[in-house]
């Protein structure tokens, strides 16, 4: 019989991976997804960030561990998508 923690695991993965992101910012190889989760007619959001690197198989893969020299390109992307965060709250508060 499968554990609890298997059969969770594999169906937020699932529900994950069918959900796309409200917005995605890329800077090279580095990049921010911005998420969006409605609860109660109020939509609250999250920010992911990766960088695209290719494995020893030419496949492109995504990690969430950066370098010294990553940095500064993930510290502009969470500018950016603050920013867009702030202006759909703007929106919203507007409406």
């Known amino acids: 019989m499968p554990s609890k923690a298997n059969s969770t695991s594999s169906t937020q ?10 917005k995605t910012f890329r800077l090279g190889r580095i990049k921010a997804a911005v998420w969006g989760n409605e609860v109660d007619r109020k939509t609250f959001y ?7 690197y290719r494995d020893d198989a030419k496949q492109y893969r995504d990690t969430d561990s950066f370098g010294r020299d990553d940095l500064p390109l ?3 992307l969470a500018d950016q998508a603050h920013t867009f965060i702030f ?5 919203a508060k507007s409406e």
């Open 13 to 22: 993965a699932a529900a994950t991976e069918s959900k796309l992101p409200i």
């Open 46 to 52: 999250n920010v992911t960030f990766a960088r695209t």
């Open 74 to 76: 993930v510290a502009k």
């Open 87 to 91: 202006e759909r709250l703007a929106e």
